[in-house]
């Protein structure tokens, strides 16, 4: 029989392999190693080095240099030297800039699908098909985010140099998505590269240097967690922005605390993948394939637990195994497989882990037929691995796993499924299917994640923001919100630090003082009710010349966490529409009007004068009613990377948030933080000035005149640190926003690290708050939500 | 309900082992099942997620060089060569038989190693006045004649008719009916309606092999193109095919993606195995390796024979043809260096 004859009878696929003469040359062309990209030329490569593998067969693909702390205090200073005259450049010149980027990188698109198949082991297909597309399309959607940007972010600045340190399970992708955005807001950058895949980057930095990108204005460092701790510790740069694992995001956290960078992290996920009884079963099947076979698993927002309705769990699995004895696992470069090799040898250790850790705690193990021809001795190959019966309580279901492995467990109702989904500490992605629409509309709302996707899975745009909830991190990536991660309010780059806070008066009964009426009792407002505080302490609160104005309670630990509760409990305010919302904002405003004689007192008794305090008064009742205004307005946006795809950028409210005031302007800086906060759907729990605690405690009267239900504004007094530490060590506060001083900024960031809350503060700078620019509008708006990207193919 | 391998049910009964690939009928035929609504009446196809499995198995498989070669062979053995126009004529029928028993210039057939290789198309499609002639025309070769019966294309002639066109082509010789459907069926639901025009057609068949023409181009919507092509399983048709070819839009591949995934759930349901033909519209070599990917990622190995799978084509071959002698010469060729039908 010749070979046409045997394949006749088999119809097998044959071998397919992408030619890779040319990405070898240009290795071979580079023997000596590559240095770093720094000020717009490599460095030679010499000092310590590391080897780049191919996972597929182990073989060495390069050298390359390790960047200690001089060499990134080199790059950092080339990026600042660069980044006057790059922020001088206009718009539309940046834009020709980045335009010219994203063309190079479609010129030479198939170098570097083939580069980046070599380096990290995934599938040509997916690097041709997916991974180059999608960066030629960041590139080019921010050109034009460089053009309109001045028109469009009015009152905003570019943040400066820019850290970033991507990883390497997408690297050129990656890279696009941190560069991108950076270089269109006028920053300039210095990115450290994956030590497992810095190939492409270093293609892309040689492609900067072709397409005539100003030195300075990108530089590449390579090396492992030193270097990134290096780049992340420079006192050079403004921003650091960070995609990888939730354990090293974590150590950034903590690191970057107090330092004043802005600081944007994308990191680990445990991704629900839904299916609903109705659901086409065939398609969800191919999304599962997309969902956590794409890319070996190694996705950050992989589908990787599925959640199936009982009643069709076994036809759906058995469905799922039929389809997983038709993957192709083998030679990534050949077109002809759907899975290619994980990136190194430690990784397919840790999968295998995982598993063993999966089948000791009594889940079903199901492998394809074929999998034990897989082959480890040569390359990292793992094959698509299912888990039914898979407990949640189960490390397979909590912990990411990021290899080819899917968990799956079922469910019986739809507000089942959402329960399951949410019941993990991530929060990045979820795929919802279903053919009924109130189902899957329902499900996308109660989801706890930054994006879903509906009938869909694994979708991505420019267009489109990218990232996660929870622990999966915080920052978007993409679209109008990613753009902001790289711009600040100028306001702040001119604002003077604000004075060290006294520490409070002993919290002891004083001589003299007094009242001359009836002693006024103020307590703290917690659920609706006034309420004691739990130490049984309070604390004077002194005024104009040293007078006793009276006394507050010492709010403490438990104070807080009764406050988290009250305001969990207040969930329905978030399901109020923002006409309802508004109605409560407009009657408070009135009632405090109705009030404003006695508020003024207030505030002239604490030490402002009496037309700074009936001011004070007058622009709160305005900054209320301007939040009033927007309860119903700030509502989302559309994408539109398809015409038959509903892409929604939803503002959903983060449901409680920590809020610690400042003492400057009591009345008015706490309206204008709590205001933002409950328009946009929040329950706060808020601690007002500590010095100057009266005016917000008066407030609680007109909360309850005003049908504010017990519950969406919690008052605890006492000293903003002891109880802003409490709130960043919530693990039930989602945000916090922190008002004081440059100390506690340091401490509340490096304490938020245990959920990876997102803290806003001001860098301990003075904000104005009777400045309509500095005081309120879309800043607070864009604090007060986190974007939920829903995405809906849709078609008949 | 449980579902066994698709692929390994259908193997056990493959006839394997003799030197030449078999080619033959070799399963059971479809006889149908009573009318389960349950089959079919709670499916909803997702339009978007068949475009995209559609859109990516393209992506996800190839063949290169010799395998090529072979599946382009494979292609060549599938089609129903085909004419079905109103100038057809019995001198313009002959010349498609001679094609179809020899498809392929003998010095390419001889170059691939295939010279006492039996190759044919699959059959050969023709309107049921022409059916005498090319049963003659084809005599000794093996190759079965096809017609499109039932008031083909439209079927809005009386059933007594259609079932006497059924009944006349076999009577003439053909060892194959491709029956049209009654589209209106479908786009008022009246499946009780189709189901009962499809069971009375393949009776009026008998042994002949019936195929059912959905015109999925008319149907419009995934789920309508799924049930029709399970109603008319569940009536015994042998093969589910698309289209007449007279559709403004013919064979495409998400709709035979939905057509294919329905003989496969009809297999899991009843252990029943039916064909699948894709036509109208299908013209160069390169769709037709995307068709064969089709047939062996959503079913397996036994659909990519022609006893479960066909392409109903006439232009088909020639693009093949020139593929094959690239495949051979490492050129580039024309299509007047292959005989015409």
């Not at chain 2, 080619?23 to 997702?46: C, Q, W, Y």
């Amino acid at each position: 029989m010749n070979e046409i004859r045997e394949i006749l009878d088999t119809m097998d696929y044959g071998p397919a392999p992408e030619d890779d003469k040319d990405v070898r040359a240009w290795l071979a062309g580079h023997e000596d190693g590559f240095g770093h990209f720094v000020g717009g030329s490599f460095t030679k490569a010499k000092g310590e080095s590391f080897e780049v593998h191919n996972p597929a067969n182990g073989e060495t693909l390069a050298k390359v240099a390790i960047a200690d702390a001089k060499d990134v205090d080199r790059a950092v200073n080339e990026a600042s030297k660069a980044l006057k005259k790059w922020q001088a450049l206009s718009g539309n010149q940046r834009a020709r800039h980045i335009y010219a980027l994203a063309r190079h990188v479609q010129k030479h698109a198939r170098f570097l699908a083939v580069l980046e198949t070599l380096d990290n082991g995934k599938t040509i297909r997916e690097t041709r098909d997916i991974d180059i597309p999608l960066v030629a399309r960041h590139f080019y959607h921010h050109a034009g985010w460089a053009e309109l940007c001045e028109s469009e972010f009015p009152g905003y600045e570019a943040a400066g140099v820019c850290g970033q340190i991507i990883p390497w399970n997408f690297p050129l992708l990656m890279l696009a998505w941190k560069v991108a955005p950076a270089l269109a807001a006028g920053c300039t950058v210095v990115l450290k590269s994956a030590e497992h895949t810095p190939l492409t980057a270093i293609a892309f930095a040689e492609i900067c240097a072709g397409a005539g990108l100003p030195a300075g204005v990108f530089n590449l460092v390579n090396g492992a967690g030193e270097t990134g701790a290096a780049l992340a510790g420079h006192e050079g740069i403004s921003k650091l922005a960070f995609t990888g694992s939730t354990e090293v995001g974590r150590i950034l956290r903590r690191q970057t605390a107090g330092s004043g960078k802005k600081l944007s992290l994308e990191l680990g996920g445990k991704s629900p993948f839904i299916v609903f009884d109705n659901a086409d079963i065939d398609a969800a099947v191919e999304g599962v394939v997309d969902a956590i076979w794409f890319n070996q698993g190694e996705v950050c927002c992989a589908g990787s637990r599925a959640i199936v309705q009982e009643g069709i769990a076994e036809r759906f699995h058995a469905k799922l195994r039929a389809r997983m004895e038709k993957l192709r696992v083998g030679d990534p470069l050949d077109k002809s497989m759907d899975m290619g090799a994980v990136v190194a040898p430690v990784q397919i250790r840790e999968i295998s882990a995982k598993v063993e850790a999966g089948i000791a705690e009594g889940a079903k193990l199901w492998q394809p037929s074929w999998a034990k021809t897989i082959s480890n001795a040569d390359g990292c190959f793992y094959p698509p691995t299912l888990f039914t019966d898979v407990a949640p309580s189960s490390t397979l279901a909590q912990e990411e796993i990021f290899g080819p492995v899917l968990a799956s467990m079922t469910f019986r109702t739809p507000a089942e499924a959402v329960q399951l989904a949410n019941n993990s500490r991530y929060g990045l992605a979820a795929s919802v299917w279903s053919q009924n629409l109130d189902e899957a509309f329902d499900a996308a709302r109660t989801l706890k994640s930054g994006i879903v996707w509906i009938n869909a899975t694994n979708l991505f745009d420019a267009s489109a923001g990218f990232g996660g909830y929870k622990e999966s991190g915080f920052g978007r990536e993409g679209g109008r919100e990613g753009m902001l991660e790289y711009l600040t309010p100028s306001w702040q780059k001119k604002a003077k630090p604000l004075p060290g806070s006294d520490p409070l008066p002993a919290p002891v009964p004083v001589p003299g003082g007094g009242n001359p009426g009836l002693d006024r009792t103020v307590k703290m407002y917690i659920g609706g009710k006034q309420a004691r505080p739990d130490s049984g302490y309070s604390y004077p609160v002194t005024g104009k010349g040293g007078t006793r104005l009276g006394e507050v309670g010492l709010g403490n630990r438990k104070d807080i966490r009764n406050a988290v509760e009250a305001a969990h409990k207040a969930s329905a305010w978030s399901g109020m529409t923002g006409h309802a919302r508004a109605q409560v904002l407009y009657f408070l405003a009135e009632n405090l009007e109705l009030r404003a004689a006695e508020f003024a007192g207030r505030l002239a008794e604490a030490g402002a004068s009496s037309s700074a305090a009936k001011r004070e008064v007058e622009a709160s009742v305005a900054r209320i009613m301007h939040y009033a205004a927007w309860a119903d307005k700030y509502d989302g946006a559309v994408r539109a990377p398809d015409k038959r795809l509903l892409t929604l950028a939803l503002n959903e409210p983060w449901d409680v948030i920590g809020i610690s005031c400042p003492d400057q302007a009591p009345l008015l800086s706490f309206v204008s933080l709590v205001m933002p906060a409950i328009a946009m759907g929040n329950r706060v729990v808020v601690t007002p000035s500590p010095q100057q605690p009266l005016s917000a405690c008066d407030l609680y009267q007109v909360l309850d005149t005003s049908d504010v239900p017990g519950g969406v504004i919690n008052i605890v007094t006492g000293d903003r640190d002891t109880l802003a530490d409490t709130m960043a060590k919530h693990d039930d506060v989602a945000a916090l926003w922190y008002f004081g001083a440059g100390q506690g900024v340091e401490m509340v960031e490096r304490e938020s690290a245990g959920n990876l809350k997102p803290v806003w503060t001001d860098n301990g700078k003075a904000r104005d708050w009777f400045d309509p620019a500095q005081g309120q509008g879309r800043e607070f708006l864009f604090r007060a939500v986190r974007i939920k990207t829903i995405w809906t193919p849709f078609g008949v | 309900m449980t579902i066994k391998s698709a692929e390994a049910t259908v193997s056990e009964a493959t006839a394997t082992g003799s030197q030449l690939v078999s080619l033959e009928p070799v399963h059971k035929r479809n006889v149908g099942t009573d009318f389960l609504p349950a089959m079919f009446e709670n499916i909803s196809v997702n339009l978007s997620a068949a475009e995209r499995r559609i859109a990516t198995l393209g992506a996800r498989r190839t063949v290169k060089k010799a395998w090529q070669a072979a599946w382009l062979i494979r292609a060549i053995e599938c089609i129903d060569l085909t004419t079905l126009a109103g100038d057809d004529t019995p001198g313009k029928v002959e010349r498609l038989c001679a094609k179809a028993r020899n498809p392929l210039r003998a010095d390419l057939v001889r170059a691939l190693g295939l010279g006492d290789y039996k190759l044919t198309t699959g059959a050969v499609c023709v309107y049921p006045m022409m059916v005498a002639t090319a049963v003659k025309a084809l005599e000794g070769s093996g190759v079965p004649v096809a017609s499109v019966a039932t008031g083909f294309p439209a079927g809005l002639t009386p059933m007594k008719d259609r079932l006497a066109e059924i009944k006349f082509a076999v009577g003439e010789g053909a060892e194959e009916i491709d029956i049209v459907i009654s589209r209106r069926h479908v786009l008022t639901g009246d499946w009780v309606a189709l189901y009962g025009e499809v069971r009375a057609m393949r009776e009026a068949c008998g042994e002949a092999h019936m195929k059912a023409i959905l015109s999925t181009g008319e149907l419009k919507t995934l789920s309508n193109v799924y049930k029709a092509s399970m109603v008319s399983m569940m009536a015994g048709a042998d093969f589910v095919k698309t289209s007449t070819g007279m559709e403004a839009v013919n064979a495409t591949l998400p709709v035979s993606l939905v057509m294919v995934r329905a003989v496969r759930d009809y297999l899991d349901f009843t252990g029943q195995i039916c064909g699948f033909k894709p036509a109208g519209g299908i013209r160069s070599a390169k769709e037709a390796i995307a068709w064969l990917v089709l047939m062996k990622e959503e079913l397996g190995h036994d659909w990519l024979k022609p006893d479960l799978f066909r392409f109903g084509a006439s232009s088909l071959l020639g693009d093949i043809e020139r593929q094959l002698e690239h495949n051979v010469t490492g050129r580039y060729s024309s299509a007047d260096r292959h005989g015409m039908a």
